[in-house]
Structure formats: C-alpha cells, structure tokens
C-alpha cells in the first residue's frame, strides 16, 4: 500500500496503533479521496482497493478452525480455506501446492486464476519463489517479481507474489501461493495472516492426505478380497489369466498387462497373456531368469518399480513408448511359478501404493494359477485315464462271451452290468466237446462249461486280475478237467502267481446236453438257484454228490431222475420250487492245495439253473435295504414271463433290480446267466 505522508499527525499515528495494518474501519472524514470519486477513480490509485476495512477479529481464526476441522476430504478442505482467505485479501490468483512423496515436486492441487499449461507446472525446491519458501522453510513476500533471478515467469502479467510454505513437523507438505497484476499488493499483515492460515492448514491437510490413503487402502482391501473370492472360482487357467488383468484393472489403471508363467523344461518364462491398451496380445518374447525387469524380478524373488525405464538399464525395449515398468514375482510354496509386468506411457506413472497392491494380490495370484494347473493337469490325467479305461472295457468285453452257445436240449441267456465302466465280474462259456473228445467249436455242443467268477476289488485292478484268471481258465480248460479239479488246479495257478489282497470266487459247472446233467462246484462264489416244476416229497433239487478224485470227464455218468409229472412251459406259481443248490469251497488264490467238492443235478424240461454274482442280492436302494435272495426267489415264482425262456428271465430279474434300486448308484458289478432247460 502507499507510504502515510511526512506530513501526517501523530495523532495519524497514534490512530493506527489500535488496529492491525490496513485492517481498519471507515474514516471518511479522512479519507484522501474526493467524495465523487468514482471505482474507476478508486482503480488508479493502485492497490488501494486490496485495504480491507474490517478488523482481523477472532471470528476468522474460529472459521478457519470450524473449516479445518469439520473435513477429512482434502478437495473440500482446499476450497474452504481459498474462500476464507478471500474474505480478507482479496485475491485474483490463488494456488495451493502439495508435495508428491514420490517425486519430491510440487504440484497444484487447487488454483483459481492460472491457466491448464502452468495448473501442469511439475516445481522442484528452490526454483522460483514458491520452490524458495519450500526449501527455506519459511515465507517468501515479493513487492517486484521482476527483480528475481530465479522466477519462473507462468503469467507474465504477474508483478508480486506471496508464498507461504504448509510445515508439518519441520518437513514441507506443501505452498500457498498468491499473485497479484499490481506491485507491492501484498503486505506484511498478508504475509501474517497467511503464515496463521498455512501453520494450521499443513496440520488439516496431512490429516486429509492421511485419511484418504487409509480410504484408499481399506477401499483396495475389499476390492482385493472380491478379486481373491472370484479367482479361486476359475479353474481354467486360460480364462483366469484373462480375468486377472480384468480384476486388476479395479485397482491399477495400467495401460499393458502381461502374465508370464516358468517352464521347468524350458528353464524360462513364457507369454501366457497379454493386454495392450485394452486388446489382448500375442507376444512371442520369452525371458530368461534374470533378463530384464521382469527376469531380474522374478531372480530377486522382490517386486521391482522402475519409475522411468530410459533410464534403467535393466530395461528391454519391446515397446517404445514405455516409460514405467512394476514387475511382481508370483510365488507359490517358495517356488517362482510366474511374474506379473504392468507398463505404462507417462514417467513415475507407478509408486509404492501400486507396488504394495500388487504384492498383495500377487500371493493370491499365485495360489490361483497354481490351483488352476493343479486342475488342468488333473483333467488331462482324467482324459487320458478314460481313454485308457474304454480301451480297457473294450478289452475285457472282447474277453468276455459274445452270444451265449445254444445247445440242442438247453438255452442259455447272460447279461453283464458293471458298477464302473469296467468291472471285476467275469462269466464264459466253454465248448468241453463230447465225453472223452478233445476240445472243439460246434455250434450245438455237447458238453459246456459256464463259468461265473468274481474278482475281489472294483475298476481296472479287478479288471486286470479278472483278464488274468480267464487267461489261465482257458489255458486250463482244454485238458478238459472236471469242475472241481479245474477249480483246484486254478487256485494252484494263482497262488503261483499270487498278489497281495487279490482273489476271486469262482462258480463253474458243465452242462451234459445228451443226458441233461449238470456237474457243479463253487470257489467261495454266491450259490446257484434251482427252479423245477417237480412235485416230489422233498424241495431239494435232484442231485448227486461225487468226489474230487472221480468227477472226471470219463466217469460214468449219473442216472437221470425224472418225475412223472410233465412240466409245462409256465406252470403256476403253486407248482414251482425254488432252491439254492449247496455247493460251497474256499475262494481262488487265498489257500494252496485247496479242494473242491462237486455235485451232478439232473434237469429236466422247463427248468430254470440261475447263476448270479453277488452284485444282484446285494443291491441297495435308497433306504439301504438289500435286494436279496427272498426277492430274487419271489421274482422266478411270481413274475409272469419268467419261465417263458431264459432271456425272459434275464430281463425279469434284471428290471427287477432296477425298480428296487430306483435309480440308486450301482456299486457292485452285475452278473447273470441263465439256462433253461427245453
């Protein structure tokens, strides 16, 4: 303001010492200008109009305080204190600068009056005024910006300047600064008064600074916890990769986003993906552990920021415009599995919260993609190992019987259900040729061996030993044995090459075509059932015991009972008779020099000899209740068609298993023959 005439009065002076600058009230009586003067009179008299006529009351500081005080959000605290500063200097142009912890700059953060080009200044300490009151500590008031060296001249219309530093804890967080177009604008009362305001602001503003990087991180926090929930739903690695650079997005606005994940074979890290600009990339360029940023991460087992990558040599060139680089390693169990790169165009563009967010979810990261291959190695194992279970299945029905034989005075019906898609039950039919012949092919043959066995365990190890007992059967088969010195010689084989926990149970019989006998003896398997029209005194079938040591293919054979009563196709319920025929011996492979005992049924017309594996009585509905044999033997009295042939009772019995199951999960296998006697 001009200087107070020589010639004024003490009483002048005396006056101004009751107030504080030019902060005082209206005098007109002494005032200097003419009554009619006009704001344009006012206006040539130079900053005269910037003299507030109000006094500095205790009502300001109470303001500033209530402003400062009343906000955690910096944009509104910046905006209060410009209107507050305004009401008692007047101001044209205003700024408040802060300091950017990363690059040590100061950097507008609210201006009124500047342009875009200088709102852009990046000032270093010590340059021009507002550096020179960051690196001194202490407010800087210019009457004459001209006469400074180190000026930056922003607004060449600018003739003074006042900047007061914002001082918390003895360090700089940041400048208010204020320009004039007048000289000598700003006075030593300004220059208190804002010390006053910036002691008190710098205090607000790293309370505001400090309250929205704590926003920020609790705000980052549960964006990560939504990323971690999502990407341990993604088991397809392709797809989580691609939602990883999706999900990040939400937290770091990258402009490129690259995924590199280690192959052990190849001792490098390999392109899984890539996003440029938003588009996803091929990229063909792998790296060596320790090459470049990412390969020098990833050695370090350290995330690694380069702020500025011209300047790092560490840096590859793969895309020119780049200017930051943040690589993070992924790291699961101790063990580098991959790397994530995030690049952009603008220096410094990436700091240490970015650094500290990406580390964060890096750890999930890494579990995820692990998981995800954990997954896609696992489905591959499961393809390959259904590619070889159906070559297994093919192999085992190409083991077992095609269409059943059909002698001349019998018919025979089969059927296989496995409870997985191979099984351990296993059934033949074996051409014995005529008594005392060597083994042959007919089509109509006169002596057959049924053979019902099944393999201890479930799946392709039942499997596996179920193709080995039928190998060493056939093998067996063509000395022409009889049941029980099969079985015998069998269990022998076995134990020769015998296996821990693996055995088999073993129903074989031979049907006699010319004499409708059949010879029986059991390995430790479910015992056959009998189903006869016969009306005797007794419900046991019509059979005969012989010995191990006579049951040979050239023994005599036994006499043949029959009954006076001709059966008919399909008697009733009433006039049928079903028993279990007591064959019973000690399962194959468990005991040596085992010995079996054989027995001779002989059959008639109309009769029905069922073989099944235990797979059939032992089914379980949904209340856990067992098939069982009752139900079986209901099912050959009471069924309708049952005694219409032997395929008829195939289907019955195996429909009603069916039904008593009810869509209940097979877990045993399933196995059926029947022979019916024409």
Known sequence: MPAAPESETPTKLETTEHFEGDYRPAQPEQSNQPESATPADASTTGPAHNIRLQPVQLDFLLRLADALNTTLDLNTLMHRVADLVRAVIDYRIFAILLVNDRTGDLRMRFQTGHTPDVERLRIKPGRGIVGQAAAQHHSILVEDVKKIDNYIEANPNVLSELAVPLIVKNRVVGVIDLQSEFPAYFTEEHQRLLEITASRMAVAVENARLYTRVARQAQTLT????????????LDLDDLLERIGQLLKRVIDFQMFTILLWNDRAQRFEHRFSS???????REHNVQLGEGIIGTSAQLRTPVLAPDTRKDPRYIVVHPEVRSELAVPLIYKGKVIGVIDLEHTRVNYYNEDHQTTLTTLSAQVAISIANAKLYQ?????EQRMERDLAMAREVQLRLLPGTPPQPRRAEIAAAFLPARSIGGDIYDFIDYGAAGNALYTTSQPDRIA???GDVSGKAAPAALYAA???????????RHLAPADLLAELNDQLQERKLDAQYVTMLMAVWNDEDCTLRIANAGSVQPLYVTNVVTESNAPPLSATSPAAATPSAKKTSRKTSAVAAADCPTPANLTVTTIPAEGFPLGLFPKAEYDELT?????????IFFSDGITDA?????????TERLEAVLRDHPSACHSAQSTVDAILAAVATFQSGTAHFDDETLVVLRVL
């Open 450 to 452: 049924i053979v019902l």
């Open 468 to 478: 080995l007992v039928s190998g060493i059967l056939r093998s067996l088969a063509a």
């Open 276 to 282: 440029r600009f938003g588009e996803r990339i091929e």
């Open 620 to 628: 379980l509905n949904a209340d856990g209740e067992m098939f069982g």
């Open 377 to 381: 190695r696992i489905h591959e194992e």
């Open 601 to 609: 049924i002989a059959a008639k017309p109309g009769d029905l000899l």
């Open 223 to 234: 964006v990560l916890n939504e990323i971690s929930r999502e990407l341990t739903s993604i």
